[in-house]
């Protein structure tokens, strides 16, 4: 059984700083696609980067400049390091990790940027 659990998130002010971490197992964690997702009251879900099993990123233009995604497959992590936090950054987090053509989420990070 895949397991996708996020950690990291909080209220921070704008302009500063937080690290999310995403840990998957129950998978070849290295063959995994992964990505961080976020959603903010009232909107969809929309896509904020993802890292392929290769190392490949891929940025929403809202978020490029300011987060990175990383992954070390030793720790079987996925991190978002996020920069410059914005008001507008404010959402719930969710990694998404794609093993064997399935889709897992986790259960979703809350980030505040205050203004």
């Known amino acids: 059984q895949v397991q996708v659990v996020e950690s990291g998130g909080g209220l921070v002010q704008a302009g500063g700083s937080l690290r999310l971490s995403c840990v998957v197992s129950?998978?070849?964690?290295?063959?995994?696609?992964m990505g961080w997702y976020r959603q903010a009251p009232g909107k969809q879900r929309e896509l904020v980067a993802t890292?392929?099993?290769?190392?490949?990123?891929n940025y929403a233009d809202s978020v490029k400049g300011r987060f990175t995604i990383s992954r070390d497959n030793a720790k079987r992590t996925v991190y978002l390091q996020m920069n410059s936090l914005k008001p507008e950054d404010t959402a719930v987090y969710y990694c998404?990790?794609?093993?064997?053509?399935?889709?897992?989420w986790g259960q979703g990070t809350q980030v505040t940027a205050s203004s």
């Open positions: 129950g998978s070849l964690f290295s063959m995994n696609a």
């Open positions: 998404h990790s794609r093993w064997l053509s399935k889709d897992y």
């Open positions: 890292i392929t099993s290769g190392g490949g990123t």
